[in-house]
């Protein structure tokens, strides 16, 4: 390090952005100390990722000392909060019992923290409708009752809707990202909110918070629904049952006469109705969201706020690796699944069977959608052309390669991927392109275009 070496790049200082920590290792003996604090660091309080930097000459040393049996390290300056303030959340139990439209947000805070099981337990003891980021989408049951579905740019109209009507916002492990409220000034307008989060840094930086509690979002639902048990159940039966008709009235089965996504994945559903599931970026991840719930603990994977293209089939070949004997699909749109498609050799040098379903209609669709909705139809670099055939990508690598032409044929595409027991890509070609609504085009999360 520090004579131009061959490839040398000054690796901690381009990732300190976007790691919650790195090392750069200059010394073999403190390799294992390293890789032991990386390991804490990584899933401790806000999760994240951690990077080593190895070199050469580290890598090609013998150790001078043996292996060492670590215990949890003691880092100075990191000691992240996980127990909510008990002043706090009592202030937020009691502001509670004083609502009348009370909503819950379940971000991704809730899937890191494992408190799916606490917060299905509280909405349901409380009676409070629950809506989702798109990383939150799997922390409560999706077929739930209770359960309104995303908010934000692409959120339903009864997610949306609960949060901008709503008095009292209970919002767990979000950051408030721009997806998730679209313009600030209008987010929540008569809303007073409750902000849960493990990192203090997200309080109120986004989103001013009336009342914050930073700590772990099981620990702090657990504590808060022991509150309101003591205080007695909320009465908010008119603010449910308005916002349950807005979703009852949206929900209709998909078009059957023709070949999109909506329909692919409904009959996904049917045929299996608990894979872990995978995404690309772009339209299908929204569709996948919304037509495609889950119930079980982390099936749903995706690429949320980065929004990486290329995400879905090397996050399902990962997720297969770690388990096996479960189906592993992964959904992706042709632009994405372009960009990372050479890793079916890995799944196929690596026997991972996994399952990736390509919708193709041959263009980018999510670049589509918005340059239809907000520059005129100006189409610019977003038809892909018809030249790439799928299938047969997938069979040039060893895998099996699978066409899909019309509704008829889903069904047994599914099934023989499933029976091969092998990598295998099925291409669907679309018969429309398919916006995904509703779609917020407006100055507020209610501003939305629903067709």
Not at 12 to 25: D, R
Not at 93 to 110: N, T
Not at 171 to 190: S, V
Not at 410 to 438: C, M, W
């Amino acid at each position: 390090i520090g004579n131009d070496a061959f490839q040398e790049v000054d690796i901690t200082g381009i990732t300190i952005p976007i790691t919650k920590h790195n090392y750069l290792v200059s010394d073999p003996d403190t390799l294992s100390d390293s890789v032991h604090e990386a390991f804490y660091l990584s899933t401790t309080g806000r999760k994240g990722p951690v990077l080593i930097d190895i070199p050469k000459d580290v890598l090609a040393s013998k150790l001078k000392t043996p292996e060492k049996n670590h215990k949890a390290p003691v880092l100075e300056g990191y000691n992240p909060t996980i127990k909510g303030h008990s002043g706090q959340i009592k202030k937020a139990a009691a502001l509670l019992q004083k609502a009348k439209k009370p909503v819950i947000i379940s971000g991704g805070g809730v899937v890191g923290s494992g408190a799916e099981d606490a917060l299905t337990a509280f909405a349901k003891a409380n009676e409070i409708p629950v809506t989702a980021t798109l990383t939150g989408k799997n922390g409560y049951p999706n077929t739930d009752r209770l359960y309104l579905g995303l908010i934000g740019y692409h959120g339903t109209a009864a997610g949306n809707n609960a949060i901008q009507k709503a008095d009292v916002v209970v919002a767990i492990g979000t950051r408030f990202g721009d997806r998730t409220t679209g313009p600030l000034k209008t987010f929540a307008p008569n809303a007073q909110v409750i902000h849960i989060d493990i990192d203090p840094a997200e309080i109120s930086k986004n989103v001013p918070s009336f009342l914050p509690i930073v700590g772990d979002a099981s620990n702090i639902i657990n504590a808060l629904g022991e509150q309101m048990n003591k205080a007695g159940s909320l009465d908010c039966t008119e603010w449910l049952e308005y916002l349950l008709k807005i979703k009852t009235d949206r929900e209709k089965p998909a078009d059957n006469s023709k070949l999109n996504i909506p329909l692919i994945l409904e009959r996904l559903k049917k045929m299996v109705p608990n894979p872990i599931m995978t995404t690309d970026v772009g339209r299908h991840q929204i569709f996948a969201a919304h037509h495609f719930p889950v119930d079980r603990k982390n099936s749903f994977i995706t690429s949320a706020g980065l929004g990486t293209m290329g995400f879905g089939l090397p996050a399902a070949i990962g997720a297969k690796a770690g388990k096996p004997d479960d189906i592993v699909i992964s959904i992706n749109g042709d632009g994405s699944f372009l960009m990372c498609c050479q890793e079916l050799v890995t799944a196929v040098e690596e026997d991972l069977p996994v399952i990736a379903m390509v919708m193709n209609d041959q263009r980018l669709g999510m670049i589509s959608q918005l340059q239809d909705a907000f520059y005129g139809e100006r189409y610019s670099c977003c038809d892909l052309g018809k030249c790439v055939d799928f299938a047969k990508i997938a069979e040039g690598m060893g895998a099996l390669g699978i066409t899909v032409e019309s509704p008829d044929e889903i069904e047994a595409a599914i099934q023989k991927a499933i029976d091969s027991g092998r990598p295998t890509v099925i291409e669907f070609i679309l018969h429309e392109q398919g916006n995904t609504y509703p779609m917020v085009t407006g100055t507020s999360l209610t501003d939305y275009i629903e067709e």
